[in-house]
């Protein structure tokens, strides 16, 4: 961009000359925003001028009206920044002072959220890994059904990238989201509906991803003790509650999430508990689905990855980082059909005539559908 240093040198005089200006102020970083979009990856040679700004802004005790254009500066810093450098690294905590004192900023906090995990990786997670979990906790369980449908995909992509890490960091957090799918009705509120479908989802994922976690998470007393305080049976095994919610809910998700559900379901046949085998019909239904459903989502994803990444061939822009994250996700790389025949070959060994009497009583159909979907004869 011509002139870019001149103006670099103008935003900054003229930043120092409206400290008691506040209109001109956010007409500033407003400005600013647009130039950080305009230089793109060279956003970076404005950095001197434009992260004191940033770190003066975001500063919890700023005026609400700064604060706002503040963190949409931040966003735009994040989304074109080529990499990530220790000064924006040192600006997260600030994200959740600002959170503790309001949640009027949330949408742009939470793709804040996802901007440090995509660009910052395991660095950002080692570095800010208390403010991470002090974050969602603070969040989940706080905010409406709007707030929590924005902030789980958040918690996806973590789990996704740090499976082993991150469920046992933010265990409140995920004991908040089980007990929202276990507890309370959501037949007459769609909000509602899409935040169960959406943590049970979540749930799916860590339970592929990281098995043991989960199983140890949902055998806690204190989220039973929790759970009862909500109303729920405290003799209900709560990872078998689980496997109602997934069967219930696989229908109102993404065909990506059904993937994972259907992989979390074909794990569940691995359990020794004889109540397995009574969900075994719904469960193949379930499996048999997806797998011959195929995954519409993935090849989605793929397109546009490659549309993107003709454009941009250089450094990586967000969507095509987010995209690339997607492509790689472990999900992709699971095969579902695998899956389910080495689980129920594991079912069947636990379970032995148990086993054979319950896909006796198979709906002709499931055996169908199952028979053509691991090509068996």
């Not at 007459?188 to 899409?194: F, I, L, M, Q, R």
């Amino acid at each position: 961009m011509p002139y870019a240093n001149k103006l670099v040198l103008f935003f900054q005089k003229a930043w120092e000359e409206s400290s008691s200006e506040s209109i001109l102020q956010i007409q500033l970083l407003t400005a600013l925003k647009n130039f950080v979009v305009a230089l793109g990856y060279q956003s970076t040679k404005s950095y001197s001028m434009l992260l004191p700004i940033l770190q003066s802004g975001i500063n919890v005790n700023s005026p609400d009206e700064l604060l706002e254009d503040c963190m949409q500066l931040w966003e735009a810093t994040l989304i074109n920044a080529p990499s990530m450098v220790p000064e924006l690294l040192g600006f997260f905590p600030c994200l959740v002072e600002i959170l503790e004192r309001s949640f009027d900023h949330l949408k742009v906090a939470t793709n804040i959220i996802e901007d440090y995990v995509i660009l910052g990786g395991r660095e950002f997670l080692n570095l800010h890994a208390s403010s991470v979990a002090k974050l969602l906790d603070l969040v989940v369980g706080n905010v409406n059904d709007k707030g929590l449908l924005s902030v789980i995909p958040v918690i996806d992509i973590l789990v996704q990238c740090f499976p082993m890490e991150v469920p046992q960091l933010i265990s409140s957090t995920l004991q908040k989201l089980i007990i929202t799918c276990l507890t309370g009705g959501d037949d007459h509120d769609p909000s509602k509906a899409a935040v169960k479908a959406s943590s049970a989802a979540l749930l799916a994922r860590i339970l592929v991803m990281n098995t043991n976690y989960l199983a140890q998470l949902t055998s806690d007393p204190s989220l039973s003790i929790h759970l009862q305080k909500s109303g729920f049976p405290g003799e209900e095994n709560i990872l078998l509650c689980l496997v109602d919610v997934w069967l219930e809910k696989v229908d109102n998700v993404t065909s990506f999430q059904r993937k994972t559900i259907g992989l979390a379901l074909s794990i569940i046949l691995t359990l020794r508990l004889p109540e397995v085998l009574d969900k075994l019909d719904q469960i193949m239904s379930v499996c048999t689905s997806v797998m011959l459903g195929g995954s519409e989502d993935i090849s989605e994803e793929e397109s546009s990855s490659d549309s993107v990444n003709s454009s941009k061939p250089h450094v990586p822009s967000k969507e095509l980082r987010r995209r690339q994250m997607k492509l790689s996700d472990p999900i992709n790389q699971i095969s579902l059909e695998n899956s389910v025949r080495d689980n129920l070959q594991t079912c069947s060994a636990l379970h032995g005539e148990s086993f054979s009497a319950a896909i006796g009583r198979l709906h002709p159909a499931v055996l169908s559908q199952l028979k053509q979907a691991l090509k068996m004869p």
